[in-house]
């Protein structure tokens, strides 16, 4: 059963607007709500620059060299098929929040925090600017649990087939996609049933019916619609494709979409820049946000989990 929500009133581009200090500059951003978004992030750097010289872009990029080669159509069907299982581990989905603490994201510039800090910064960041859209702060919580597919209860797959940036395997691979250029050694890069637009879809085809490259959004996509999760459509978009940046931020692969998606597609952007600009040394206190967050996940999921 497919449960939509109302949409938000706004343009499909989430309004972010400057707020100047007392000399008239400009120094912060502010989201829809009221958020304010810190002017860097948790390296004291501007968000999603892969091409700063930092202590971490070089391991970025090596991390997106060997993704990009290695992410392709046989690989991600043969994930889908042995993860779709869903026989690894029973469990619900707090202790998988407090499981994925043993998980730093190696792809990402801006954050080396447990990830449960990230999650719970999230989720409390939308929480105060949209109050009454429960389904979203907890779609903030969960966004991520995927990630413990890199822990050994989970067959331990390497952090390039968990993290990272996503986007369809099937089709050519648009040059928004950071680190484009190491597409070149993947399998389907030159095989013409792969690498043209439209590949192996159709215009208008849906989300739903493309391939995405591998990881943790997929396989929660995976946990939460095979378990009867409730959320909303748009709780499971926003999960599966949040690192999908070639849509959300750059507007390639539309001709994919089909009505469903470009409505949901709204959710994600406003979504997204909390999932983005979130990421800094904001302490969060745990357990006196958990009984609200719990009382979300009954509502939304079941007791206990298959994985």
Known sequence: MTILVEQPDIAVEVEEKKVSDQT?????????????????????????????????????EEFYRINHINQSVDFVKRMR?????????????WEC??????????????????QIEHLLQ?????RKDYPNEGWLHLTALIHDLGKVLHLPAFGELPQWAVVGDTCPVGCAFDESIVHHKHFKENPDYNNPAYNTKYGIYSDGCGLDNVLMSWGHDDYMYLVAKE?????PSAGLFIIRYHSFYAL???????????????????????????DLYSKSKVRIDVEKVKPYYLSLIEKYFPAKLRW
């Open 227 to 231: 378990n009867k999760s409730t959320l």
């Open 97 to 114: 929040c407090e499981l994925l603490n043993e998980v730093v994201d190696e792809s990402d510039p801006d954050l080396d925090e447990p």
């Open 122 to 126: 999230t989720a409390e960041a939308i």
């Open 248 to 274: 959300h931020r750059a507007g390639a692969y539309t001709h994919l979409m089909n009505a469903e998606d470009i409505e949901n597609l709204k959710w994600l952007k406003i979504f997204n820049k909390y």
């Open 24 to 60: 008239g500059e400009e120094n912060e951003l502010v989201l829809d709500g009221g958020f304010v978004v810190p002017p860097t992030n948790a390296f004291g750097r501007t968000f999603r620059d892969y091409d700063v010289n930092s202590d971490r872009s070089d391991g970025v």
């Open 81 to 93: 098929e042995e993860y779709g299982k869903l026989n690894k581990v029973e469990m619900s989905i």
